[in-house]
């Protein structure tokens, strides 16, 4: 008997995850006619309702279909489906991994980063490259120029990185790479550049990043971990929940 490479037989074993199915309920609505192309699809709420899941799977799903060229969102008009949809859909190879729900990776986030603070402020000591990432984040000016935007999110993905590196533990520092990892992904950068976009958000993330970072360098454990919770929890909210 010939079996897979074990790399396709994990694939193969993995379950769905919710976003993935809700996408492949809309592929189909659409392929079926009830979304054309060229229509815009139902509000985000509507979605959610008719299919019975939480607005969170239905954005993550419809991010997807961007990634996957099915759908198109226009800023303050909603989401559209393209006119080589059904075309797409069609050729799309089922082979495809899909990426970390990143409605999980924040859920996972919330739950460690917050430890991983407190186990950095317990060093309690100041680093010169956290400083400087923070004044380059700070530093950005346009961020509806893609080049920019780029350089900032890598500029936030390091900083929380970095704070793992300061605990000088290893299995910190280890899943902190596996979270850095997730959070560079396709479904994540659609989703975090359509929710993180405009200047004045990117600066009370930044302002959030500094609370994070003098709690560590001063040594304060508790409000480290507070920091980072809050932070989170509205990076959760603008990527996922507003909108």
Known sequence: MNFP???????????????????????????DGTHAPGSRLPAERH???????????VREAIAELVNQGVIQ????????????????????????TPDTSPLSTLAARLSIEPLIAQFAAA?????????????LMESGSDLSDPEQR??????????HERIALMT??????GIARVIATAVDEPLWRQLRDTGIHDPARARLYVYEHRLIYEAIATGNQE????????????????MLVQG
């Not at 969102?73 to 495809?96: D, F, H, M």
């Not at 000591?125 to 004044?135: A, H, M, Q, V, Y």
Request: glycine fraction near 4%; charge should be positive; aromatic fraction near 6%.
């Open 150 to 159: 780029r350089q900032w999110n890598e500029h936030d993905r390091q900083f």
């Open 5 to 31: 490479p074990p790399d396709k037989l994990s694939a193969s074993l993995k379950a769905p995850q919710l976003y993935e199915l809700v996408a492949d309920r809309l592929k189909r609505l659409i392929l």
């Open 123 to 135: 060093v309690g000591k100041r680093d010169t490259e956290i400083e400087r990432l923070l004044d």
């Open 47 to 57: 979605l959610a309702s008719s299919l019975g899941v939480g607005r969170a799977a």
């Open 223 to 238: 409000a480290a971990g507070f920091y980072v919770r809050q932070h989170l929890e509205r990076v959760r909210k603008d």
């Open 73 to 96: 969102t226009r800023p303050n008009s909603g989401s559209y489906v393209l006119q080589e949809a059904v075309e797409v859909i069609r050729k799309a190879k089922a082979s495809v």
């Open 168 to 173: 000088a533990n290893p299995v910190m520092i």
